[in-house]
């Protein structure tokens, strides 16, 4: 038989316990551990299902996490520029008194009307509370898309133009 700790071939070994593992070894490297007869009464030995249950949790650990799944966020909608204009126009507003109302400047609401500056929440809140309208919309965030589906992940087809 061969020495599981130093790898002499003897012709008896002994099962004992080093720092939590169970091996058969030569008289001379039994001094190392505890016999494993007496250290299974005394302590608790490694039995199979404390074995699959690290390995579980390593498995969980290894996983990888998709940190953006099942989030949401909010974000302003679509054509916002189009949506306060029309709302400012029901209320028979024009831009100069739009914007004294809300205390801003006339060109900063010319320009997020036309959709080339992005207001900021500030902003937003005030033309919302103004205008009665809401301007920004939930989202759910992390939906893989592709030509698979929502499910696929994305692959390198996804990339390569098919002639």
């Not at 608790?44 to 650990?61: C, D």
């Not at 898309?145 to 499910?151: A, K, L, R």
Request: charged residues 30%; hydrophobic residues 35%; proline residues 3%.
């Amino acid at each position: 038989m061969i020495c599981e700790m130093c790898g002499r071939d003897v012709p008896q070994t002994r099962t004992v316990i080093v720092e939590g593992s169970r091996l058969n070894v030569c008289p001379a490297c039994a001094r190392f551990g505890e016999d494993f007869k007496t250290s299974s009464a005394g302590g608790a030995p490694v039995t199979q299902s404390v074995i699959e249950e690290r390995l579980e949790k390593r498995e969980r650990r290894m996983k990888s996490k998709d940190i953006y799944a099942g989030s949401t966020s909010v974000e302003l909608v679509d054509d916002y520029g189009g949506v306060i204009r029309a709302a400012r126009e029901a209320k028979g507003m024009d831009l100069e008194k739009f914007a004294s109302s809300i205390l801003e400047k006339k060109g900063t609401i010319a320009k997020i009307e036309s959709n080339s500056l992005i207001p900021d929440d500030k902003i937003i809140k005030k033309i919302e509370k103004a205008l009665g309208i809401k301007l920004t919309e939930t989202v759910q965030s992390g939906a893989a898309v592709g030509p698979g589906g929502s499910g696929d992940r994305m692959t390198l087809a996804n990339f390569i133009k098919k002639a």
